[in-house]
């Protein structure tokens, strides 16, 4: 083959088993029309067998199998595939073995030859690029076993092993073309991350963040309240003031009321009571949540008081009662009321005025109703609901009972004015409540202190005039009565009570009301236009 170089390693050493290849031959189309299949070739390289050389040993003769003659039909496989290499011994029990070429040294007989892949079921299939099926042991994965560089489609699989012929990008190419990429997925990411950055600013400027807004707070006070402030007089006095809510065949309405004692006995206003009647209920309900049904024990509308029972209520906590001739201007004071219909209402003020001559009532028109009330006044919001509630001092003592409040209109013109309170409440003081309220628990009527004359209700002039005739053509000087007795004559104008000042007679009978059956009142009279002091001795006439 080629002379031996001074190299010691092989492939450089001796000569070793090599042979020319034989020509790359493509399948041609034969004269006849058939295509010739491309025979395979089944070198034999490095593997030891009996009686062949060695890589690297020197065979004494080299044998080139020449290429087969073609077939004679389209397919067809050559009766014997070449061999590159020695030529190969005779086979056990055939009848002759090939001679060696003269002068040579023996053949080795080559050993067991490699498996070729099997070639298309045809060579049409071969020349339209279909997939060969691969050989027993054979990976489908490896394109290079299937792959025909003259296949005008690639073989299924190796696609990517063909050239296309587009020029091969060079460096620069790639690094430009990288830079794009990178400068495109930078512009990509700033759009996604402006996008994304505008979406979460606008949710944390509406929501104002994606956690739970917690607000700052104080810790927990103490429950309790001192004794004379308003939540410390309001938490001891409401387990024992009463809602009352009263219907009768013609109307209903509901008020205020507080326990007088343990037995059951509930003081609130006549007005409170009066539209139950004579068939009528009244439910009382505790600040508890309890409701009771509730009888009349005794009302009086001069005072504009009643008293009402419950039974079967255990537990009933009675407030203390106060002294109203104590009271100061200036006092601070609580109100508990239902003011429509919301019950357990506490608002508080001051003692305003005290000794108001004020009147209430009168819608029957024959003046049976109205009541005449010498009150505290004070600015402690009262409104419609409140009436009969318990006027509260400094130490939780009862000092009045709500019962009157002035209004800036009567309701009628709902822009001009509306009931309600505007700073004008008055109570009924606590001193005369107790007397009424014992007298109706005690007997079921109250009496009235009198004095014995008839006033002329006409009179405009400043005092109280005595009348010139009596009601229902009687005297205006009842014979033998308390004023009879001090000296009173018709005609006479009453212009003081125990030194304060009157300027009607509605003004007399209050200050009259205010003291009981048997007090002693110095009347100041003028008559013939001298003044005179009278004393006298206040009777006693039963209430309606």
């Known amino acids: 083959m080629h002379d031996p170089d001074a190299y010691s390693t092989p492939p450089y050493g001796e000569p070793g088993p090599w042979a020319p290849a034989p020509p ?3 399948p041609a189309v034969a004269s006849s029309g058939h295509l010739t299949p491309l025979p395979a070739v089944s070198p034999h390289l490095g593997q030891a067998s009996a009686g062949s050389p060695h890589l690297g ?21 050559p009766a014997a595939p070449p061999h590159l290499g020695p030529a190969p011994a005779s086979a056990p029990g055939s009848a002759s073995a090939p001679a060696s070429a003269p002068g040579s040294a023996p053949v080795p007989a080559p050993g067991p030859a490699p498996q070729s892949t099997p070639g298309p079921a045809n060579a049409t299939e071969a020349a339209a690029g279909q997939p060969l099926d691969p050989a027993p042991g054979e990976s489908v994965s490896d394109p290079w076993r299937r792959y025909d560089p003259w296949s005008p489609t690639p073989l299924a699989g190796a696609g990517a092993l063909h050239q296309t012929g587009a020029a091969v990008p060079g460096e620069a190419q790639r690094r430009r073309k990288v830079r794009k990429g990178v ?15 505008g ?7 509406r929501n104002g963040g994606f956690e739970q807004v917690e607000l700052p707070q104080a810790a927990a006070e103490p429950t309790g309240r001192a004794a004379d402030s308003v939540a410390g007089i309001a938490a001891r ?17 509901t008020g205020t009321g507080f326990v007088l004692d343990t037995r059951g006995h509930i003081l609130t206003n006549d007005h409170v009571v009066e539209p139950a009647g004579d068939g009528g209920e009244i439910t009382v309900v505790f600040n508890g949540g309890q409701t009771a049904e509730a009888e009349v024990v005794g009302r009086d509308s001069g005072y504009d008081l009643a008293v009402v029972k419950v039974s079967g209520v255990r537990g009933l906590a009675p407030l203390t009662l106060g002294n109203s001739d104590g009271v100061q201007v200036g006092d601070p004071v609580v109100a508990i009321g239902a003011p429509f219909d919301l019950e357990g209402t506490v608002t508080s003020g001051i003692i305003s005025a005290k000794e108001r001559p004020i009147t209430a009532g009168g819608e029957s028109g024959d003046g049976s109703d109205v009541s005449y009330v010498d009150a505290l006044q004070t600015d402690a919001p009262i409104n419609p609901g409140n009436s009969g509630g318990p006027l509260l001092d400094a130490h939780g003592r009862v000092i009045g009972i709500n019962s009157a409040i002035r209004s800036a209109a009567d309701g009628s013109d709902p822009e001009n004015g509306q009931v309600g309170s505007i700073g004008l409440g008055f109570a009924i003081p606590i001193n005369q409540g107790k007397r009424v309220a014992e007298e109706l628990i005690n007997t079921g009527r109250a009496t009235h202190p009198v004095i014995g004359i008839t006033l002329d209700m006409d009179y405009t002039g400043d ?14 000087v009842s014979p033998g009565g308390p004023g009879d007795l001090a000296g009173i004559e018709p005609g006479d104008v009453i212009t003081e009570v125990d ?6 007679g509605d003004e007399l009978i209050v200050k009259t009301r205010a003291h009981r059956p048997g007090d002693r009142l110095e009347l100041t009279v003028e008559r013939d236009g001298a003044e005179r002091t009278l004393s006298l001795v206040l009777g006693s006439a039963d209430g309606d």
Request: aromatic content about 0%; glycine content about 18%.
């Open 24 to 26: 790359v031959q493509h």
């Open 499 to 504: 030194g304060q000042r009157i300027h009607s």
């Open 199 to 205: 979406l979460v600013g606008a949710h944390l400027e």
């Open 183 to 197: 400068v495109g997925g930078a512009l990509a990411l700033a759009l996604v991350s402006g996008v994304l950055g």
């Open 57 to 77: 040993q020197a065979p004494t003769a080299p044998h080139l199998t020449p290429p087969p003659a073609a077939p004679s039909h389209l397919g067809q496989a």
């Open 463 to 476: 005092g109280a005039r005595v009348g010139t005739k009596g009601g229902d053509g009687g005297a205006p």
């Open 237 to 253: 006095a409401l387990p024992s003031v009463v809602t009352l809510h009263v219907s009768g065949s013609e109307e209903s309405g």
